[in-house]
T-cell receptor, first 113, second 110 residues
Framework: GAGVSQSPSNKVTEKGKDVELRCDPISGHTALYWYRQSLGQGLEFLIYFQGNSAPDKSGLPSDRFSAERTGGSVSTLTIQRTQQEDSAVYLC???????????FGEGSRLTVL | GQQVMQIPQYQHVQEGEDFTTYCNSSTTLSNIQWYKQRPGGHPVFLIQLVKSGEVKKQKRLTFQFGEAKKNSSLHITATQTTDVGTYFCAGYSGTYKYIFGTGTRLKVLA
């Protein structure tokens, strides 16, 4: 596709369940970012990938959060044993370089009941 | 760690009035970007500033990067209803990530 694609667009889950969020970046973009945005708030950095490696995982809130990127393309953000405070919009962005314009997807809205 | 603050948090203006949002970083930045997020949408890139004291214009929008590369501003002349949204700055200090500011939510009253 022409832009960054994220799925699912909406996810409602019960507390304690695991969820996987997927990001398909723009083809050829080596840099990939995950951010989290709570309602009416700013963007909280979670993790950055350059190719398949993650030189900066400092933003992951806890060890329940993990992410991987395969083939220098698709990335998956996994949240284990979800908690209500995990409810937010998870935004993925890709960029041709690590200092370039960020192209955001539409986000995955996660609601934990 | 690095923090990026924006003021004001909210701004309501009458259509036709000017608007300015200010961005301040706790650390010196390599570059700064500005994004606009419409209600219900995702952030969309507006511009990137790299040089100390740089000023760039896009139609009614004027962007400025401070001399010390720790602050920036976005000024909109003669706001229109299409300017509604939240404006974020995002600072890069060479640590592999852009740290987003807290955002300024702009409402334009027709």
């Amino acid at each position: 596709g022409a832009g960054v694609s994220q799925s699912p667009s909406n996810k409602v889950t019960e507390k304690g369940k695991d969820v996987e969020l997927r990001c398909d970046p723009i083809s050829g973009h080596t840099a990939l970012y995950w951010y989290r945005q709570s309602l009416g708030q700013g963007l909280e950095f979670l993790i950055y990938f350059q190719g398949n490696s993650a030189p900066d995982k400092s933003g992951l809130p806890s060890d329940r959060f993990s992410a991987e990127r395969t083939g220098g393309s698709v990335s998956t953000l996994t949240i284990q044993r979800t908690q209500q405070e995990d409810s937010a919009v998870y935004l993925c962005a890709s960029s041709p370089t690590h200092t370039g314009e960020l192209f955001f997807g539409e986000g995955s809205r996660l609601t934990v009941l | 760690g690095q923090q990026v603050m924006q003021i004001p948090q909210y701004q309501h203006v009458q259509e036709g009035e000017d608007f300015t949002t200010y961005c301040n970083s706790s650390t010196t930045l390599s570059n700064i970007q500005w994004y606009k997020q419409r209600p219900g949408g995702h952030p969309v890139f507006l511009i990137q500033l790299v040089k100390s004291g740089e000023v760039k214009k896009q139609k009614r929008l004027t962007f400025q990067f401070g001399e010390a590369k720790k602050n920036s501003s976005l000024h909109i002349t003669a706001t229109q209803t299409t300017d509604v949204g939240t404006y974020f700055c995002a600072g890069y200090s060479g640590t592999y990530k852009y740290i987003f500011g807290t955002g300024t939510r702009l409402k334009v009253l027709a």
